[in-house]
């Protein structure tokens, strides 16, 4: 059996993003490259990789075994990179992190902050939900982290650098704006916009209103921060997100924070890695500027 690296690569990029499509996206080939070279890994080992029912693709067991093993290929490969990067020194390399879509506020700052100093490093962010990133965490296919709560249910080293606290959102013409010290029971009477399933931010506040033994109204479901300030600016309800999303609209009186007792929900920012990750250079490099420089990109409001 003749396999080459490139084809288990793309074997595995398919088998991890479950699409051929989503695989040639990732590795810039075209659809029909990508399906021709799993055509002919299944020619040499002489059974089917993938089962297609519909419109999705499952792996068969033979499948299967191969992601098993080409996964283990590609982290040494990725392990080989990094330990020559290692040998080069901080100076170039590639860096890909997962941050929190509510972390993207000040994740963005931080990195075009760290490549000034650091032009030839190339990076890849993915900006996704704590589902997503647990996702990203259990494939172990990113360096780096940057989420709102560490997993329980994996080995990792995660470490916190910045406080997150959320806060509700109101209006500037709602009847609560304004008052001082509202007590939290108020809200039971209140209409909220909350994130998807799946998100940080919504477990936080559903696990707050449940110690508190408030029950707030759900209204509609949003999935980003952005759609539940406008949404929120618009009167459909009031909202509960993190303060590192709101400079702009406090700044122009579009929205207020209102003074509930008992928030803001505290929170904290980790960094984040699988334990046993061998971090190249430059993820190393990135991981301490977070650490010490993290909260004072970011002014607290
Ligand atoms: P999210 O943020 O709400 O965008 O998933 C992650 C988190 O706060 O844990």
Same mark, same amino acid.
Request: include cysteine.
């Given at each position: ?47 089917? *990789? ?33 330990? @020559?990067?290692? *040998? ?26 760290? +490549? ?8 890849? *962010? ?81 696990? +707050? ?10 209204? @509609? ?28 609209? *406090?700044?122009?009186? +579009? ?42 990109? @970011?002014?607290?409001?």
């Amino acid at each position: 059996m003749h396999l080459t690296i490139r084809q288990l690569m793309v074997f595995e990029a398919v088998a991890r993003n479950n699409s051929f499509t989503r695989a040639a996206e990732e590795l810039h080939l075209t659809q029909p490259a990508v399906s021709m070279q799993i055509k002919q890994i299944e020619e040499t080992i002489g059974l089917p *990789l993938f089962e297609h029912i519909g419109k999705k693709i499952f792996l068969t067991e033979a499948g299967r075994e191969m992601y098993h093993y080409s996964r283990s290929i590609t982290q040494t490969l990725s392990e080989i990179e990094a330990v @020559m990067e290692e *040998l080069k020194g901080i100076k170039r390399g590639r860096l890909n992190i997962a941050v929190a879509s509510t972390a993207n506020y000040f994740a963005t700052h931080l990195l075009a902050s760290y +490549f000034k100093h650091h032009e030839n490093i190339h990076y890849s *962010l993915d900006v996704t939900n704590r589902e997503g990133l647990l996702r990203h965490l259990e494939l172990n296919d990113v360096d780096l982290v940057i989420m709102g709560q560490p997993p329980e249910e994996l080995d990792v080293v995660a470490e916190s650098f910045m406080e997150n606290p959320l806060v509700v959102i109101a209006p500037a013409a709602h009847e609560l704006c304004g008052q001082k010290n509202i007590p939290i029971e108020s809200l039971n009477r209140e209409t909220f916009i909350m994130r998807e399933r799946g998100s940080g931010t919504r477990i936080a506040i559903e696990r +707050f209103f449940s110690e508190h033994g408030i029950e707030i109204s759900t209204g @509609m479901e949003m999935s980003s921060n952005e759609a539940i300030k406008q949404a929120v600016g618009a009167g459909l309800g009031l909202g509960i997100v993190s303060v590192h999303t709101l400079a702009l609209e *406090l700044e122009a009186g +579009f929205l207020e924070v209102l003074d509930i007792d008992k928030f803001p929900i505290t929170r904290n920012w980790y960094v984040v890695h699988r334990k046993g990750k061998r971090l190249s250079p430059v993820s190393e490099g990135f991981r301490r500027f977070v650490l010490e420089q993290a909260p004072s990109i @970011m002014k607290p409001l």
